[in-house]
């Protein structure tokens, strides 16, 4: 079974536009979680689109998944340091 996404862009054929997604997602988070360095949010969100790209069937939301992932590594750490 061969999955197209609506738009029938698929950004596995442009690997340029994840980058830039994942570095959008690195700014954002990198902002909201300022006490925090930007490679350490980096190396997360890396993580994260690599971790769920290895299990993913379908890699349409990956950037948006990994995104939320990061986000709650982060929050879970910045939890743990104000305990």
Do not use: C
């Amino acid at each position: 079974m061969t999955h197209t996404n609506a738009n029938h862009f698929d950004r596995e054929e442009h690997p340029e536009h994840v980058e830039r997604a994942l570095d959008d997602a690195v700014t954002h988070l990198a902002e909201y979680f300022s006490e925090f360095d930007r490679d350490l949010v980096r190396t997360i969100v890396r993580n994260s689109y690599a971790s769920l790209g290895r299990k993913a069937a379908v890699h349409q939301h990956l950037v948006t998944l990994a995104e939320h992932a990061a986000w709650q590594r982060l929050h879970d750490m910045r939890a743990a340091s104000a305990a």
